[in-house]
């Protein structure tokens, strides 16, 4: 028997399933990375950046950074039902809600929602870096 009308076909589909399942693969967790943006607060904006980091143990931190204040964040939860976010710091300055939009996009992702303090209150806007 000629191994070379074995092996060819064989190699070729091989490669026709990789190649298939290469280009169906996950960018990974939909929040993990870096994000920036801005949130309101009385009118003015204030710039923000949120590192996020995907643990073993499948939990979510990291840190946000605004007017060179670094705070880790306490919670961070994401709902896959809606793609719904919801992350507080570990100072308890305040906490954000949001929903993830352009899930497919690896580059074009944001997160868009309001952020509370208790008494105060604005939207936000992060991208993905």
């Known amino acids: 028997m000629n191994l070379k009308i074995v092996v060819r ?7 026709m399933f990789l190649s298939t399942t290469l280009l169906q693969a996950q960018e990974g967790h939909p929040l993990h990375g870096s994000w920036s ?3 309101t607060v009385d009118g003015q ?10 643990q073993r143990d499948q939990s979510i931190t990291g840190y946000i950074i605004e007017n060179r204040k670094q ?5 961070v939860v994401l709902n896959p039902d809606d793609w719904t976010v919801s992350m507080s710091l570990a100072d308890d300055s305040y ?7 352009d899930l ?9 929602g309001r952020w509370t303090d208790g008494r105060n209150s604005g939207d936000f806007h992060l991208q993905i870096n």
């Open 104 to 112: 497919g996009s690896a580059a074009g992702r944001t997160i868009e």
């Open 45 to 54: 904006s204030s710039r923000l950046l949120v590192v996020m980091e995907l």
């Open 95 to 101: 906490a954000f809600n949001g929903r993830i939009g």
């Open 9 to 15: 076909p064989f190699l070729a589909g091989l490669l």
């Open 37 to 39: 943006g801005n949130r």
């Open 71 to 75: 705070v880790p964040l306490k919670g």
